[in-house]
């Protein structure tokens, strides 16, 4: 099984819910505003967020919440 990547993880280090437009998730991922659309089209495509785009508004699915989840096991076994 392949996994797909979740290319809008880093927003959701600290919650499960972030609000920003597309060019301040470009700014603050160092990518332009075209690849964020991309990524956001994709990752709701796998299944990772939910997208409420009337306010800027992304939430973490269930599938996304147990993918940050297992990003923050695997940086602790390997940082510990």
Same mark, same amino acid.
């Given at each position: 099984?392949? !996994?797909?990547?979740?290319? /809008?993880?880093? +927003?959701?280090?600290?919650?499960?819910?972030? &609000? /920003? &437009?597309?060019? !301040? $998730?470009?700014?603050? +991922?160092? $990518? #332009? @505003?075209?690849? @964020?659309?991309?990524?956001?089209?994709?990752?709701? !495509?796998?299944?990772?967020?939910? @997208?409420?785009?009337?306010?800027? #508004?992304?939430? /973490?699915?269930?599938?996304?919440? !147990?993918?940050?989840?297992? +990003?923050?096991?695997?940086?602790?076994? $390997?940082?510990?």
């Amino acid at each position: 099984m392949q !996994e797909h990547p979740f290319h /809008l993880q880093e +927003l959701f280090k600290k919650g499960p819910k972030v &609000t /920003l &437009t597309d060019q !301040e $998730i470009a700014d603050a +991922l160092g $990518i #332009s @505003v075209e690849c @964020v659309r991309r990524y956001r089209k994709q990752d709701v !495509e796998q299944g990772f967020i939910f @997208v409420d785009e009337a306010h800027s #508004s992304y939430y /973490l699915s269930p599938i996304g919440f !147990e993918r940050v989840q297992d +990003l923050r096991i695997r940086y602790y076994r $390997i940082f510990s």
